[in-house]
């Protein structure tokens, strides 16, 4: 079983960074071959796809939020960021880390991560 808890969302002004944590528990996920990724629900919005990263380090983001959003990982304190940066309005949503066995390189899809945390939310007004 693997747990999820993610932190570090809160509230911030259009222009602000925020970096995201999610700590894994259970199992060494971040060490082992599992894909980590970050999905973002905003209000009344499917959960989207927004990065992933491999057990190779490679990452994949959704174009929406390339070049504003990193995604990085920490194997040894098995931890996985997001660093978001020049914050938008409509980046307000709750973020989810998720995990899964599933490697390589895809278009990343809800359904392929199995594990899920509980969310954090992040608002971003002015």
């Known amino acids: 079983q693997v747990q999820l808890v993610e932190s570090g969302g809160g509230a911030a002004r259009p222009g602000d960074s925020l970096r995201l944590s999610c700590a894994a528990s259970?199992?060494?996920?971040?060490?082992?071959?599992?894909?980590m990724g970050w999905f973002r629900q905003a209000p009344g919005k499917e959960r989207e796809f927004v990065a992933a990263i491999n057990r190779a380090g490679t990452t994949d983001y959704v174009d929406s939020v390339k070049g504003r959003f990193t995604i990085s990982r920490d194997n040894v304190k098995d931890t996985v960021y997001l660093q978001i940066n020049r914050l938008r309005p409509e980046d307000t949503a709750v973020y989810y880390c998720?995990?899964?066995?599933?490697?390589?390189?895809?278009?990343?899809?809800?359904?392929?991560?199995?594990?899920w945390g509980q969310g954090t939310q992040v608002t971003v007004s002015a």
């Open positions: 998720a995990a899964t066995i599933l490697g390589g390189r895809r278009t990343w899809t809800r359904a392929d991560f199995g594990s």
């Open positions: 259970g199992r060494t996920v971040v060490r082992s071959t599992f894909t």
